[in-house]
């Protein structure tokens, strides 16, 4: 690359995903930046859990380019597994272990791929800290709630100071604390190490909480890129006033809150009561998307869609 922008850590071109004679991936395009938090939003069977897998390296893609920190996972060695964090679901062996042993033997196989700029693996007691795990750090894996194993898978994940991370649903079956210490989590890995990071989530308001950039995956492609608001501004009518006139309720999606505030008040003054403006919500932006592309429009979808 000339100068400027440094080369995406991720970089897809037309990928896609046939299962027997089911097309889950239908040409993807995606290319994620160092440092970058997305987030990949879509609905259950959407094909999201096999775009990572894929990105990881755990699985075969049918066709298309898929090139992670400049390689093809499907080909890549330990020194490139080294780079690339991976949160699995739950940690279920070694249950005789603690959650120290567990690390510090894990932090091992990362220390010939240590360098001065990013040092691997992490301290077990910083990591034990950073996770919330300290208190536990020395009972047995088997006795951790299921909340604190989550932690510990996080901790597996990060161990060797990725420089990419991969969060397939990270966060269910989080209680709130363990959730709100998750995202802190988060953007210390992104604002810290410049951990890049892709994840998924069902938990709207944690992408838009988390993400620079969210991407829409339905039908087998992306069709929404862009960060929440980018997103929210396709949807026509990014906010919704809704009124009252004596008995009579009214209800209309506009761009512009002000102007159109300000005409209601001067045609009816007094006789307007109930005035309620509403900002679409990121919640708001995806079910329309979702539902305007499983409907096979490709036109912006509005909000007036998603109001019951
Ligand atoms: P998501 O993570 O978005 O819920 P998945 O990637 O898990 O979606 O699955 C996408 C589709 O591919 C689903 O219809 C699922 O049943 C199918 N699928 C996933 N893995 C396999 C597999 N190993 N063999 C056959 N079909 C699969």
Same mark, same amino acid.
């Given at each position: 690359m000339g100068a400027g922008r440094p080369d995406p850590v991720i970089s897809v071109r037309d990928l896609r995903m046939t299962y027997g004679t089911q097309e889950v991936l239908a040409g993807i395009d995606l290319d994620v930046h160092p440092g970058e938090v997305v987030c990949l939003l879509g609905p259950n069977g959407a094909g999201k859990t096999t775009t990572i897998e894929i990105l990881e390296g755990f699985r075969l893609p049918s066709a298309g380019q898929v090139q992670v920190l400049g390689e093809d996972p499907a080909r890549a060695g330990d020194a490139w597994r080294a780079r690339v964090g991976v949160v699995l679901q739950?940690?279920? !062996?070694?249950?005789?272990? *603690?959650p120290r042993m567990l690390l510090t033997s894990l932090g091992g196989y990362f220390l010939p791929y240590s360098t001065p700029e990013r040092p691997r693996p992490y301290g077990v007691d910083e990591l034990l800290e950073t996770v919330g795990l300290i208190e536990h750090? !020395?009972?047995?894996?088997? *006795?951790?709630?299921g909340g604190q194993r989550r932690r510990l898978d996080v901790a597996v994940g990060i161990i060797g100071r990725p420089e990419l991370l991969f969060l397939d649903?990270? *966060?269910?079956?989080? !209680?709130p604390q363990a959730r709100r210490d998750f995202h802190d989590l988060v953007h210390r890995l992104s604002d810290l190490e410049g951990t890049s990071i892709l994840l998924t989530t069902h938990d709207l308001a944690e992408a838009e909480k988390l993400a620079d950039r969210i991407l829409i995956l339905t039908n087998g492609r992306i069709v929404a890129d862009g960060s929440a608001e980018e997103l929210t501004r396709q949807v026509a009518g990014t906010a919704e006033v809704r009124w009252a006139l004596g008995r009579e309720r009214f209800v209309h999606p506009t761009d512009d809150v002000v102007p159109f505030v300000r005409r209601l008040l001067e045609q009816h003054g007094d006789a307007l009561t109930d005035l309620e403006v509403r900002k679409a919500s990121l919640e708001d932006t995806y079910l329309a998307m979702v539902q305007r592309f499983e409907a096979g429009a490709r036109t912006a979808p509005a909000l007036q869609e998603v109001v019951p």
């Open positions: 739950s940690w279920r !062996d070694h249950a005789r272990w *603690t750090a !020395d009972r047995k894996i088997g *006795t951790l709630s649903e990270p *966060t269910a079956g989080f !209680d």
